[in-house]
């Protein structure tokens, strides 16, 4: 069954320290995507990232970074150079062609604290 | 800019009301979408709308129900609410293209039921 799993509750790290968030994921379909969500404090969740399944190709984007692997079904985000204002839950997702992408299932989360 | 409201942000009710909890978005977006996001079990999606008067039932839709009048507005109600129904509420939409497109949330409606 599909399934994500985010196995970090919280993470607690210095600011400027690198962080890595953990997401597997779980899928029989061929042709899905992934993404990864922001919650900050405020409560509204923010889009981050999207990946298909048939692009593995990293991506950085500033002092982020994502990591797909489809060999180990892992999705993983690093946070380089953490900063306060990086303290908050992240979510990883996951969407599958046989659904048509309406039922979109989401990891537990990890929160994230970064102190100054 | 793209913009989901909820009605609510914080909202206090007694067991056995009727709870309305309503989701209006600017976007013009098909799809719409509630969740309920509770501690270690992340979001759990309640009912989702593809159109006007069309619903579907999410993971967990019992004890929930959904109307949709209009595109912009989508509102969950929660029948006989109950203490079980205490958590954030979050409204999300969608684009035409859901599987690749990503969601825009609302701020949330966090829900206590005494």
């Known amino acids: 069954a599909q399934k994500v799993t985010q196995a970090q509750t919280e993470i607690s790290v210095v600011e400027k320290e690198d962080v890595t968030l953990d997401c597997v994921y779980e899928?029989?379909?061929?042709?899905?995507?992934l993404f990864w969500y922001k919650q900050p404090p405020s409560g509204e969740l923010v889009f981050l990232i999207r990946?298909?399944?048939?692009?593995?190709q990293n991506e950085i984007s500033g002092r982020y970074s994502w990591n797909f692997q489809k060999s180990t079904s892992s999705f993983n985000f690093t946070i380089t150079a953490s900063q306060v204002v990086d303290s908050a839950v992240y979510f990883c997702?996951?969407?599958?062609?046989?659904?048509?992408?309406?039922?979109?299932?989401f990891g537990a989360g990890t929160r994230l604290f970064v102190k100054a | 800019d793209v913009k989901v409201t909820q009605s609510s942000r914080y909202l206090v009710k007694r067991t056995g009301e009727k709870v309305f909890l309503e989701c209006v978005q600017d976007?013009?977006?098909?799809?719409m979408f509630w969740y309920r996001q509770d501690p270690g079990l992340g979001l759990r999606l309640i009912y989702f709308?593809?159109?006007?008067?069309?619903?579907e039932k999410g993971d967990i839709p019992e004890g929930y129900s959904v109307s949709r009048e209009k595109k912009e507005r989508f509102s969950l109600i929660l029948e006989s609410a109950s203490t079980n129904q205490t958590s954030m509420y979050l409204c999300?939409?969608?684009?035409?293209?859901?599987?690749?497109?990503?969601?825009?949330f609302g701020p949330g409606t966090r829900l206590t039921v005494l």
């Open positions: 899928t029989r379909d061929t042709t899905y995507y």
């Open positions: 999300a939409t969608k684009p035409t293209g859901a599987l690749k497109n990503e969601q825009f």
């Open positions: 997702a996951l969407s599958e062609a046989d659904t048509g992408g309406f039922k979109t299932i």
């Open positions: 709308s593809y159109d006007v008067k069309m619903k």
């Open positions: 990946r298909n399944s048939f692009d593995e």
């Open positions: 976007m013009d977006h098909e799809n």
